[in-house]
């Protein structure tokens, strides 16, 4: 029920951001509190949820879905953010998009408390943004134990570059 709920909010907006990407907007999601506590709930009861110690969420979209998270579990969440979004020392690193090229900063302070950590996103397609955290979270000696996203294109194979779990609530 709630696959559904959830496939019926999401659009789909053709050539966007460039010609060939069929872009999977979970605005809406924000707009329905049912279903986005609904949402919020199963993405929490991963099993290792249990075993992180923090939530890594990823800019911007993996923020409204990641303190939803931490608040369910009572667990901490540090934010992976695009470029020139925080302040301090930072640890930061480049990857490609399907359809582009940016990076992600992680304050360096923010990782000195946890060892395992949580990664939330909105959607996994080519994996580059989650290996880019993935990467920031290993080069400090700190583990990766699970990923949860909304959406995933699994026509992209996103999650066969990873060494921890994934778990989605829809597929495209």
Same mark, same amino acid.
């Given at each position: 029920?709630?696959?559904?709920?959830?496939?019926?909010?999401?659009?789909?907006?053709?050539?966007?951001?460039?010609?060939?990407?069929?872009?999977?907007?979970?605005?809406?999601?924000?707009?329905?509190?049912?279903?986005?506590?609904?949402?919020?709930?199963?993405?929490?009861?991963?099993?290792?949820?249990?075993?992180?110690?923090?939530?890594?969420? !990823?800019?911007?979209?993996?923020? *409204?879905?990641?303190?939803?998270? +931490? =608040?369910? %579990?009572? /667990?901490?969440?540090?934010? #992976?953010?695009?470029?020139?979004?925080?302040?301090?020392?930072? !640890?930061?690193?480049?990857?490609? *998009?399907?359809?582009?090229?940016? +990076? =992600?900063? %992680?304050? /360096?302070?923010?990782?000195? #408390?946890?060892?395992?950590?949580?990664?939330?996103?909105?959607?996994?397609?080519?994996?580059?943004?989650?290996?880019?955290?993935?990467?920031?979270?290993?080069?400090?000696?700190?583990?990766?134990?699970?990923?949860?996203?909304?959406?995933?294109?699994?026509?992209?194979?996103?999650?066969?570059?990873?060494?921890?779990?994934?778990?989605?609530?829809?597929?495209?």
């Amino acid at each position: 029920m709630l696959t559904s709920a959830l496939k019926n909010l999401i659009k789909t907006y053709p050539n966007f951001p460039r010609q060939g990407v069929m872009f999977r907007d979970l605005s809406p999601l924000f707009s329905d509190p049912k279903t986005y506590s609904s949402v919020i709930k199963s993405m929490a009861s991963a099993d290792f949820f249990e075993a992180a110690n923090a939530i890594i969420a !990823i800019d911007a979209r993996g923020f *409204l879905l990641g303190s939803g998270i +931490a =608040l369910e %579990i009572g /667990k901490p969440m540090v934010l #992976a953010r695009k470029p020139g979004k925080l302040p301090g020392d930072l !640890i930061s690193k480049s990857y490609n *998009l399907e359809y582009g090229e940016n +990076a =992600l900063s %992680i304050q /360096k302070e923010e990782l000195t #408390a946890h060892s395992k950590y949580a990664i939330v996103d909105d959607l996994l397609a080519t994996g580059g943004t989650v290996k880019c955290v993935s990467d920031i979270i290993k080069s400090q000696g700190l583990e990766i134990i699970g990923l949860s996203v909304v959406i995933e294109l699994t026509k992209f194979t996103g999650k066969s570059k990873f060494d921890f779990p994934v778990i989605s609530q829809v597929s495209y």
